[in-house]
C-alpha cells in the first residue's frame, strides 16, 4: 500500500510550493474500502480519514476508534438534516455545508456538546445542477449568514472539480474565494490532482484510491 509514496509525493509538492507540510493535512478517504484495507493504513500510523456516508462511517470507526487512539475522521459527502447528530457523534469535521437549513441544524445541535467540529462550506464552482455546493455567486452572502445568523465558525471551503475541467482553475477560484471572506481552510485535490491543489493552497487533501487502491465498488 502506497501512502509512503503520497506522504513523500505531500513532501515534495510542499517544497516546490515553499510551503510547510504542516500546512497540509493528509485525508485518507476510506469510503467503500474492505476494513482490511483500512487497519493496514492504521498499523503504518495514519489518523485521518475520510468518509462520504455517515452510515457506513458508524459502521466502521467507533470499532477502530477503541482499537487506535488520535483518529479524527471528516465528512466529505452529502449530510442530511436528520443525521446530524449522528454526524457530530462520529466526524471531527464536516466539509459539506452547503444550505441554511443544515447550517442552522448544525447550530442547534453544536450548542449541546462540549467540542465543535471543524466546518467547511463546500462551493459548487462548476455551477453543476446534479453536484451539491453552494453556488459561488451565493457564497460570500451564505457565509455570512453562518457567521452572524447561525454563529457558526466557518473554517474554510470544499471544492470538487467538474470531472471534465481542469481542476487548478477551481482550486484558484475556491482560494480567491476564502480569501476574501477571511478563511484559511481550503480542502480539495484528490488523487488525481492533489498536487497542484497543493501549488494553489490546498490546506486538506482528500486521497482515496491512491492510497487504499480502488474502491471495491465505485461510489463516488
Ligand atoms: C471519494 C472522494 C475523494 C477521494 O477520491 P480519490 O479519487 O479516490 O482520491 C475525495 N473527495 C470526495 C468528496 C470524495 O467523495
New binding site residues.
Given amino acids: 500500500m502506497p501512502l509512503n509514496e503520497i506522504q513523500s509525493r505531500l513532501e515534495n509538492a510542499c517544497k516546490k510550493a515553499g510551503r510547510d507540510m504542516s500546512q497540509v493535512h493528509l485525508i485518507a478517504?476510506s469510503?467503500v474500502q474492505p476494513n482490511q484495507r483500512v487497519q493496514h493504513v492504521l498499523q503504518q500510523g495514519h489518523r485521518v480519514f475520510?468518509e462520504?456516508k455517515v452510515q457506513e462511517a458508524s459502521a466502521k470507526w467507533p470499532e477502530f476508534k477503541k482499537e487506535f487512539s488520535g483518529i479524527s475522521t471528516h465528512l466529505?459527502?452529502p449530510l442530511q438534516t436528520n443525521k446530524v447528530n449522528a454526524a457530530l457523534e462520529l466526524f471531527d469535521a464536516i466539509?459539506t455545508i452547503d444550505r441554511p437549513k443544515l447550517a442552522a441544524k448544525i447550530a442547534n445541535a453544536i450548542q449541546a456538546r462540549s467540542v465543535a467540529p471543524q466546518l467547511f462550506v463546500q462551493v459548487n464552482t462548476g455551477q453543476e445542477p446534479q453536484k451539491a455546493g453552494v453556488l459561488p455567486a451565493d457564497l460570500d452572502g451564505f457565509i455570512k449568514q453562518c457567521r452572524d445568523e447561525f454563529g457558526l465558525s466557518i473554517s474554510g471551503l470544499m471544492v470538487?472539480p467538474p470531472i471534465t475541467e481542469e481542476p487548478s482553475l477551481h482550486f484558484a477560484l475556491l482560494a480567491k474565494m476564502a480569501k476574501r471572506n477571511g478563511l484559511a481552510g481550503l480542502s480539495m485535490g484528490?488523487?488525481?490532482d492533489f498536487e497542484s491543489a497543493i501549488a494553489l493552497g490546498a490546506t486538506h487533501i482528500?486521497?482515496?484510491?491512491?492510497i487504499f487502491g480502488d474502491?471495491v465498488l465505485a461510489?463516488?
Fill in positions: 478517504v469510503k475520510g462520504n466529505i459527502g466539509h470538487i484528490m488523487s488525481s482528500r486521497v482515496g484510491s491512491a474502491r461510489a463516488k
